[in-house]
Protein backbone atom coordinates (compact mmCIF):
# COMPACT_ATOMS: atom_id res chain seq x y z
CA UNK A 1 0.00 0.00 0.00
CA UNK A 2 0.69 3.48 -0.47
CA UNK A 3 0.86 6.23 2.35
CA UNK A 4 0.22 6.47 5.48
CA UNK A 5 6.18 9.28 10.99
CA UNK A 6 8.44 7.32 13.27
CA UNK A 7 7.63 7.34 16.74
CA UNK A 8 9.78 4.68 19.58
CA UNK A 9 6.53 3.21 21.03
CA UNK A 10 6.05 4.25 24.73
CA UNK A 11 3.57 2.54 26.26
CA UNK A 12 5.23 -1.06 27.14
CA UNK A 13 9.31 -1.55 28.44
CA UNK A 14 11.48 -2.72 31.02
CA UNK A 15 10.88 -6.62 31.08
CA UNK A 16 8.80 -7.51 35.06
CA UNK A 17 9.88 -10.68 36.92
CA UNK A 18 7.61 -12.02 39.56
CA UNK A 19 9.84 -14.99 40.21
CA UNK A 20 7.76 -17.72 40.77
CA UNK A 21 4.28 -15.87 39.90
CA UNK A 22 5.14 -14.24 36.77
CA UNK A 23 8.61 -15.38 35.03
CA UNK A 24 10.63 -12.53 33.47
CA UNK A 25 9.59 -12.18 30.03
CA UNK A 26 11.15 -11.67 26.75
CA UNK A 27 10.90 -8.28 24.77
CA UNK A 28 9.64 -10.27 21.44
CA UNK A 29 10.02 -13.48 21.25
CA UNK A 30 9.00 -15.69 17.66
CA UNK A 31 6.63 -18.41 17.86
CA UNK A 32 8.31 -22.02 17.24
CA UNK A 33 5.00 -23.37 16.73
CA UNK A 34 1.55 -22.38 15.39
CA UNK A 35 -0.38 -19.79 17.00
CA UNK A 36 -1.15 -22.14 19.67
CA UNK A 37 2.73 -21.89 20.50
CA UNK A 38 5.40 -19.53 21.38
CA UNK A 39 6.46 -16.13 20.98
CA UNK A 40 6.85 -13.85 18.17
CA UNK A 41 9.70 -11.64 17.55
CA UNK A 42 13.09 -12.46 18.80
CA UNK A 43 17.05 -13.11 19.41
CA UNK A 44 19.46 -15.44 17.85
CA UNK A 45 20.12 -17.29 21.23
CA UNK A 46 16.98 -18.60 23.15
CA UNK A 47 14.16 -19.71 21.88
CA UNK A 48 10.75 -19.26 23.93
CA UNK A 49 7.84 -21.56 23.45
CA UNK A 50 4.19 -22.02 24.58
CA UNK A 51 0.59 -22.55 23.37
CA UNK A 52 -0.82 -19.52 21.49
CA UNK A 53 -3.99 -17.49 22.00
CA UNK A 54 -6.01 -15.02 24.10
CA UNK A 55 -9.42 -15.79 25.51
CA UNK A 56 -12.51 -13.07 26.31
CA UNK A 57 -15.46 -13.74 28.12
CA UNK A 58 -17.31 -12.67 25.50
CA UNK A 59 -18.64 -14.95 22.73
CA UNK A 60 -16.26 -14.94 20.18
CA UNK A 61 -14.82 -17.16 17.19
CA UNK A 62 -12.56 -19.67 18.69
CA UNK A 63 -10.29 -19.65 15.15
CA UNK A 64 -7.39 -17.67 14.37
CA UNK A 65 -4.18 -17.40 12.21
CA UNK A 66 -3.59 -21.42 12.09
CA UNK A 67 -6.93 -21.64 10.29
CA UNK A 68 -5.55 -19.42 7.64
CA UNK A 69 -2.23 -20.89 6.76
CA UNK A 70 0.06 -19.38 9.07
CA UNK A 71 3.52 -20.83 8.62
CA UNK A 72 4.34 -23.03 12.09
CA UNK A 73 8.12 -21.76 12.64
CA UNK A 74 10.01 -19.11 13.69
CA UNK A 75 13.01 -17.99 15.77
CA UNK A 76 14.39 -17.81 19.57
CA UNK A 77 13.46 -15.24 22.20
CA UNK A 78 15.23 -11.99 23.43
CA UNK A 79 15.08 -11.59 27.12
CA UNK A 80 14.44 -7.87 28.10
CA UNK A 81 16.18 -5.75 30.27
CA UNK A 82 16.79 -6.29 34.11
CA UNK A 83 14.10 -6.76 36.10
CA UNK A 84 13.19 -5.25 39.98
CA UNK A 85 14.00 -6.85 43.26
CA UNK A 86 11.71 -9.39 44.55
CA UNK A 87 9.79 -10.13 47.95
CA UNK A 88 8.05 -13.43 48.67
CA UNK A 89 4.47 -12.86 48.98
CA UNK A 90 2.44 -15.11 51.12
CA UNK A 91 0.91 -18.32 49.49
CA UNK A 92 3.52 -19.06 47.47
CA UNK A 93 3.77 -15.89 44.78
CA UNK A 94 6.43 -13.80 44.65
CA UNK A 95 5.03 -10.29 44.11
CA UNK A 96 7.51 -7.53 42.40
CA UNK A 97 8.07 -5.09 44.98
CA UNK A 98 6.41 -2.45 42.19
CA UNK A 99 3.17 -2.64 42.73
CA UNK A 100 2.50 -0.19 39.80
CA UNK A 101 3.99 -2.85 37.44
CA UNK A 102 1.91 -5.75 38.96
CA UNK A 103 0.03 -7.58 42.01
CA UNK A 104 0.63 -11.06 42.73
CA UNK A 105 -2.37 -13.65 41.61
CA UNK A 106 -3.32 -13.97 44.86
CA UNK A 107 -4.62 -10.76 45.68
CA UNK A 108 -7.34 -11.23 42.75
CA UNK A 109 -9.94 -13.06 43.61
CA UNK A 110 -12.37 -11.19 41.43
CA UNK A 111 -12.72 -13.89 38.73
CA UNK A 112 -14.35 -14.17 36.30
CA UNK A 113 -15.09 -10.29 35.53
CA UNK A 114 -18.50 -9.61 33.27
CA UNK A 115 -18.51 -6.76 30.62
CA UNK A 116 -19.88 -3.81 32.14
CA UNK A 117 -20.25 -1.88 28.76
CA UNK A 118 -21.53 -3.00 25.61
CA UNK A 119 -20.06 -2.91 22.15
CA UNK A 120 -21.80 -0.15 19.60
CA UNK A 121 -23.36 1.75 22.43
CA UNK A 122 -22.78 5.75 22.69
CA UNK A 123 -20.50 5.77 20.05
CA UNK A 124 -20.30 9.30 18.69
CA UNK A 125 -17.66 11.55 16.89
CA UNK A 126 -15.23 13.30 19.47
CA UNK A 127 -15.10 10.01 21.36
CA UNK A 128 -12.29 7.90 22.08
CA UNK A 129 -12.94 4.44 21.79
CA UNK A 130 -11.63 0.88 21.69
CA UNK A 131 -11.63 -1.83 19.44
CA UNK A 132 -13.68 -4.70 20.58
CA UNK A 133 -12.78 -7.09 18.66
CA UNK A 134 -9.60 -9.31 18.03
CA UNK A 135 -8.95 -7.48 14.35
CA UNK A 136 -10.93 -5.10 12.71
CA UNK A 137 -10.88 -4.24 9.40
CA UNK A 138 -11.35 -0.81 8.36
CA UNK A 139 -12.87 0.64 5.15
CA UNK A 140 -12.54 3.34 2.87
CA UNK A 141 -16.13 3.78 3.44
CA UNK A 142 -19.19 1.98 4.81
CA UNK A 143 -20.25 0.57 0.86
CA UNK A 144 -16.84 -0.86 0.82
CA UNK A 145 -17.20 -4.44 1.88
CA UNK A 146 -18.74 -6.88 -0.47
CA UNK A 147 -20.76 -10.18 0.18
CA UNK A 148 -17.69 -12.52 0.76
CA UNK A 149 -16.02 -9.73 3.52
CA UNK A 150 -19.44 -10.24 5.86
CA UNK A 151 -17.04 -12.60 8.56
CA UNK A 152 -14.86 -9.24 8.64
CA UNK A 153 -17.83 -6.89 9.54
CA UNK A 154 -19.40 -8.90 12.67
CA UNK A 155 -18.85 -8.53 16.65
CA UNK A 156 -17.41 -11.21 16.88
CA UNK A 157 -15.73 -10.91 13.91
CA UNK A 158 -14.08 -14.45 12.45
CA UNK A 159 -11.07 -12.61 10.67
CA UNK A 160 -10.21 -16.36 9.57
CA UNK A 161 -13.10 -17.37 8.19
CA UNK A 162 -12.86 -14.24 6.34
CA UNK A 163 -9.36 -15.06 4.76
CA UNK A 164 -10.40 -18.70 4.08
CA UNK A 165 -13.51 -17.09 2.08
CA UNK A 166 -10.77 -14.83 -0.14
CA UNK A 167 -9.37 -18.18 -1.84
CA UNK A 168 -8.64 -16.85 -5.41
CA UNK A 169 -6.79 -14.13 -6.43
CA UNK A 170 -8.97 -12.31 -7.46
CA UNK A 171 -11.05 -12.17 -4.22
CA UNK A 172 -8.03 -11.10 -2.90
CA UNK A 173 -7.39 -7.92 -5.21
CA UNK A 174 -10.39 -7.21 -5.19
CA UNK A 175 -9.57 -5.37 -2.20
CA UNK A 176 -7.55 -3.07 -3.09
CA UNK A 177 -9.24 0.75 -2.45
CA UNK A 178 -11.95 -0.78 -0.40
CA UNK A 179 -9.71 -1.52 3.06
CA UNK A 180 -7.39 0.98 4.30
CA UNK A 181 -6.07 -1.01 7.48
CA UNK A 182 -6.39 -2.57 10.42
CA UNK A 183 -6.97 -1.97 14.08
CA UNK A 184 -6.45 -4.57 16.69
CA UNK A 185 -8.25 -5.52 19.96
CA UNK A 186 -7.79 -2.77 22.54
CA UNK A 187 -6.36 -0.33 19.90
CA UNK A 188 -7.53 3.29 21.00
CA UNK A 189 -9.29 5.30 18.22
CA UNK A 190 -10.98 8.58 17.58
CA UNK A 191 -14.26 8.55 16.54
CA UNK A 192 -14.52 11.40 13.63
CA UNK A 193 -17.77 10.90 12.82
CA UNK A 194 -21.08 8.53 12.51
CA UNK A 195 -23.07 7.53 9.74
CA UNK A 196 -25.90 5.19 10.20
CA UNK A 197 -24.34 2.20 11.86
CA UNK A 198 -20.49 2.79 11.22
CA UNK A 199 -18.46 4.82 12.53
CA UNK A 200 -15.41 7.13 10.74
CA UNK A 201 -12.69 6.77 13.39
CA UNK A 202 -8.45 7.49 13.39
CA UNK A 203 -5.96 5.04 14.57
CA UNK A 204 -3.96 6.74 17.14
CA UNK A 205 -1.35 4.01 16.65
CA UNK A 206 -0.85 4.08 13.08
CA UNK A 207 0.92 7.61 12.28
CA UNK A 208 -0.07 9.27 8.92
CA UNK A 209 0.83 12.27 7.25
CA UNK A 210 -2.05 15.23 7.66
CA UNK A 211 -3.78 12.91 10.46
CA UNK A 212 -4.01 14.65 13.05
CA UNK A 213 -5.52 11.68 14.96
CA UNK A 214 -4.05 8.94 13.20
CA UNK A 215 -4.74 6.89 9.66
CA UNK A 216 -8.59 7.03 9.11
CA UNK A 217 -11.52 4.54 8.23
CA UNK A 218 -14.61 3.66 8.47
CA UNK A 219 -15.48 0.54 10.15
CA UNK A 220 -18.71 -0.96 12.16
CA UNK A 221 -19.69 0.74 15.32
CA UNK A 222 -20.45 -2.45 16.88
CA UNK A 223 -16.65 -3.22 16.86
CA UNK A 224 -15.87 -0.55 19.07
CA UNK A 225 -16.25 -0.11 22.52
CA UNK A 226 -16.90 3.52 24.26
CA UNK A 227 -15.55 2.77 28.19
CA UNK A 228 -13.84 5.26 30.55
CA UNK A 229 -12.97 3.32 33.17
CA UNK A 230 -10.88 1.12 30.51
CA UNK A 231 -9.54 4.18 29.35
CA UNK A 232 -7.71 5.59 33.15
CA UNK A 233 -6.59 1.48 33.27
CA UNK A 234 -4.94 1.83 30.11
CA UNK A 235 -3.41 4.89 31.27
CA UNK A 236 -2.06 3.45 34.19
CA UNK A 237 -1.88 0.02 35.15
CA UNK A 238 1.13 -2.01 33.64
CA UNK A 239 1.33 -3.20 29.35
CA UNK A 240 0.81 -6.63 28.67
CA UNK A 241 2.21 -7.20 24.98
CA UNK A 242 1.33 -10.61 22.97
CA UNK A 243 4.42 -11.58 21.56
CA UNK A 244 2.96 -15.09 20.31
CA UNK A 245 1.73 -15.18 16.39
CA UNK A 246 -1.26 -15.17 18.78
CA UNK A 247 -2.88 -15.88 22.25
CA UNK A 248 -6.33 -16.83 23.86
CA UNK A 249 -7.57 -14.62 26.22
CA UNK A 250 -9.32 -17.08 28.37
CA UNK A 251 -11.92 -15.81 31.19
CA UNK A 252 -10.40 -18.45 34.30
CA UNK A 253 -7.14 -19.25 34.91
CA UNK A 254 -5.87 -22.82 33.91
CA UNK A 255 -8.95 -22.45 31.37
CA UNK A 256 -8.82 -24.70 28.56
CA UNK A 257 -6.84 -23.31 25.20
CA UNK A 258 -10.33 -23.23 23.24
CA UNK A 259 -11.99 -20.93 25.62
CA UNK A 260 -12.31 -17.28 24.72
CA UNK A 261 -10.87 -15.38 21.94
CA UNK A 262 -7.56 -15.24 20.16
CA UNK A 263 -5.82 -12.16 19.66
CA UNK A 264 -2.59 -11.61 17.78
CA UNK A 265 0.49 -10.32 17.92
CA UNK A 266 1.24 -6.95 19.13
CA UNK A 267 -2.11 -6.67 20.99
CA UNK A 268 -1.69 -4.41 24.39
CA UNK A 269 -3.60 -4.57 27.08
CA UNK A 270 -3.24 -3.26 30.83
CA UNK A 271 -1.70 -5.99 33.04
CA UNK A 272 -3.43 -6.44 36.17
CA UNK A 273 -1.88 -9.54 37.98
CA UNK A 274 0.40 -12.56 37.32
CA UNK A 275 1.27 -16.27 38.64
CA UNK A 276 4.23 -18.02 36.95
CA UNK A 277 1.93 -19.14 33.99
CA UNK A 278 -0.43 -16.90 33.20
CA UNK A 279 -1.01 -12.69 33.10
CA UNK A 280 -4.44 -11.04 34.32
CA UNK A 281 -5.27 -8.74 31.44
CA UNK A 282 -7.69 -5.69 31.69
CA UNK A 283 -10.61 -6.20 28.37
CA UNK A 284 -11.85 -2.85 26.74
CA UNK A 285 -15.93 -4.45 27.52
CA UNK A 286 -14.78 -4.09 31.07
CA UNK A 287 -14.30 -7.72 32.36
CA UNK A 288 -10.94 -9.57 32.31
CA UNK A 289 -9.30 -12.40 31.35
CA UNK A 290 -6.07 -14.60 31.52
CA UNK A 291 -3.22 -15.21 29.42
CA UNK A 292 -0.43 -17.03 29.02
CA UNK A 293 3.02 -15.49 30.36
CA UNK A 294 4.88 -16.99 27.50
CA UNK A 295 3.05 -15.67 24.91
CA UNK A 296 3.25 -12.03 26.85
CA UNK A 297 5.59 -9.10 27.62
CA UNK A 298 4.77 -7.07 30.36
CA UNK A 299 5.99 -4.11 31.26
CA UNK A 300 5.71 -1.02 33.47
CA UNK A 301 3.51 1.59 31.73
CA UNK A 302 5.56 4.27 29.75
CA UNK A 303 9.11 2.69 29.88
CA UNK A 304 10.56 1.87 26.02
CA UNK A 305 11.06 -1.22 24.72
CA UNK A 306 15.02 -2.02 24.41
CA UNK A 307 16.09 -1.54 20.85
CA UNK A 308 15.87 -4.27 18.98
CA UNK A 309 19.11 -6.13 17.43
CA UNK A 310 18.99 -6.36 13.35
CA UNK A 311 18.95 -10.37 13.54
CA UNK A 312 15.71 -9.83 15.75
CA UNK A 313 13.70 -7.67 13.36
CA UNK A 314 14.44 -10.27 10.78
CA UNK A 315 13.34 -13.14 12.57
CA UNK A 316 10.29 -11.87 13.85
CA UNK A 317 9.61 -11.45 9.70
CA UNK A 318 10.71 -14.71 8.73
CA UNK A 319 7.81 -16.36 10.91
CA UNK A 320 5.30 -15.03 8.56
CA UNK A 321 6.63 -16.67 5.39
CA UNK A 322 4.07 -18.71 3.55
CA UNK A 323 1.33 -16.48 5.05
CA UNK A 324 -1.06 -15.22 2.20
CA UNK A 325 -1.29 -11.24 1.34
CA UNK A 326 -3.97 -9.08 2.40
CA UNK A 327 -4.76 -5.81 1.16
CA UNK A 328 -5.26 -3.55 4.22
CA UNK A 329 -3.41 -6.13 6.36
CA UNK A 330 -1.71 -5.61 9.67
CA UNK A 331 -1.99 -8.31 11.76
CA UNK A 332 -1.12 -12.00 11.41
CA UNK A 333 -4.25 -13.34 9.39
CA UNK A 334 -2.37 -11.54 6.43
CA UNK A 335 -0.12 -8.64 5.55
CA UNK A 336 0.01 -6.15 2.49
CA UNK A 337 3.28 -4.77 2.12
CA UNK A 338 3.79 -1.72 3.97
CA UNK A 339 1.55 -3.20 7.20
CA UNK A 340 4.18 -6.24 7.34
CA UNK A 341 7.12 -4.13 7.71
CA UNK A 342 4.94 -1.90 10.10
CA UNK A 343 3.51 -4.81 11.79
CA UNK A 344 6.98 -6.30 12.11
CA UNK A 345 8.79 -3.03 13.51
CA UNK A 346 5.94 -2.43 16.12
CA UNK A 347 6.52 -6.04 17.50
CA UNK A 348 9.99 -4.27 18.99
CA UNK A 349 8.93 -1.36 20.26
CA UNK A 350 9.30 1.30 17.05
CA UNK A 351 6.68 2.62 15.29
CA UNK A 352 6.50 3.45 11.38
CA UNK A 353 4.21 5.52 9.55
CA UNK A 354 1.51 2.78 8.06
CA UNK A 355 2.18 3.34 4.83
CA UNK A 356 5.42 2.52 2.48
CA UNK A 357 5.32 6.38 0.99
CA UNK A 358 5.39 8.39 4.78
CA UNK A 359 7.95 4.71 5.49
CA UNK A 360 10.26 5.87 2.41
CA UNK A 361 10.58 9.50 4.18
CA UNK A 362 10.96 7.96 7.55
CA UNK A 363 14.34 7.14 9.13
CA UNK A 364 18.16 7.38 7.60
CA UNK A 365 18.81 6.74 4.23
CA UNK A 366 21.06 3.52 3.66
CA UNK A 367 23.10 3.01 0.42
CA UNK A 368 22.97 -0.22 -1.13
CA UNK A 369 26.84 -0.93 0.16
CA UNK A 370 26.18 -0.10 3.36
CA UNK A 371 22.47 -2.38 3.81
CA UNK A 372 22.32 -4.68 7.19
CA UNK A 373 19.61 -6.63 8.23
CA UNK A 374 16.43 -4.72 8.87
CA UNK A 375 16.90 -2.20 7.02
CA UNK A 376 13.50 -1.40 4.56
CA UNK A 377 14.27 -1.41 0.45
CA UNK A 378 11.42 0.63 -0.97
CA UNK A 379 10.46 0.39 -4.34
CA UNK A 380 8.95 3.05 -7.23
CA UNK A 381 8.71 3.47 -10.71
CA UNK A 382 11.18 2.44 -13.67
CA UNK A 383 14.37 4.15 -12.60
CA UNK A 384 13.52 4.71 -8.79
CA UNK A 385 11.27 7.90 -9.46
CA UNK A 386 7.61 8.67 -8.83
CA UNK A 387 5.59 7.84 -6.24
CA UNK A 388 6.64 4.82 -3.76
CA UNK A 389 4.60 1.38 -4.23
CA UNK A 390 6.56 -1.64 -2.60
CA UNK A 391 8.54 -2.07 0.15
CA UNK A 392 10.49 -4.89 2.02
CA UNK A 393 13.09 -6.12 4.70
CA UNK A 394 16.77 -6.60 4.09
CA UNK A 395 17.67 -9.79 6.11
CA UNK A 396 21.22 -9.89 4.61
CA UNK A 397 23.14 -12.31 1.60
CA UNK A 398 21.34 -9.62 -1.07
CA UNK A 399 18.01 -10.92 0.10
CA UNK A 400 14.89 -9.37 1.14
CA UNK A 401 11.32 -10.55 2.68
CA UNK A 402 8.40 -8.69 1.57
CA UNK A 403 4.56 -9.48 1.00
CA UNK A 404 5.00 -8.49 -2.74
CA UNK A 405 0.95 -9.01 -4.11
CA UNK A 406 -2.46 -10.60 -3.77
CA UNK A 407 -1.15 -13.39 -5.76
CA UNK A 408 1.47 -14.40 -3.60
CA UNK A 409 2.09 -14.37 0.23
CA UNK A 410 5.44 -13.11 2.63
CA UNK A 411 7.77 -14.68 0.94
CA UNK A 412 12.10 -14.06 0.53
CA UNK A 413 12.93 -12.68 -2.37
CA UNK A 414 16.69 -11.67 -4.03
CA UNK A 415 15.81 -8.44 -4.41
CA UNK A 416 18.09 -7.06 -7.28
CA UNK A 417 16.53 -10.13 -8.99
CA UNK A 418 12.79 -9.88 -8.30
CA UNK A 419 13.46 -5.40 -9.08
CA UNK A 420 13.73 -6.63 -12.63
CA UNK A 421 11.87 -3.32 -13.79
CA UNK A 422 14.72 -1.23 -12.21
CA UNK A 423 12.10 0.14 -9.63
CA UNK A 424 14.75 0.50 -6.76
CA UNK A 425 14.27 3.99 -4.49
CA UNK A 426 16.55 3.80 -1.84
CA UNK A 427 16.94 1.96 1.51
CA UNK A 428 15.71 3.51 5.01
CA UNK A 429 17.28 2.40 8.32
CA UNK A 430 15.42 2.91 11.64
CA UNK A 431 17.55 1.28 14.69
Known amino acids: MHTRTIAVRSTIAGAVALGTALTVLPAVAASTNAPSAGTAAA ?3 ATA ?3 AVPANPSAQPTTGPAA ?12 GQPSPAQTEDEGGLTAVDRPDVLQPASSDDSAPAAPTVKAGRGISAGDTA ?10 KSPSAPRKVDRPAL ?8 WTKALKT ?23 LATKGSWAKVGVARE ?33 ATVTAKATRLRPNPGAKDDSGIEVPLNTELPALAGTDDEVRVGLPDGSKAWAKSADMDVRAHGEPVPAPKPAELVATAKQFTGLRYLWGGTSAYGFDCSGFTYSVYRAHGIELPRDSGPQFKAGKAVS ?34 HAPNASTSVKVSDWRDWDSRGEFAGARRYL
Do not use: C
Open 43 to 45: SAS
Open 49 to 51: TGT
Open 68 to 79: SGMPTTGAPASP
Open 130 to 139: YVAVPVATLW
Open 154 to 161: GNPADIAA
Open 169 to 191: TELRRGLTGRTETQALYGDAVTV
Open 207 to 239: PAPGAEHGYEAWLPAKQLLDNKDYAEQAESAAV
Open 368 to 401: TSELQPGDLLFFAQPGGTGSVHHVGMYIGDGKMI
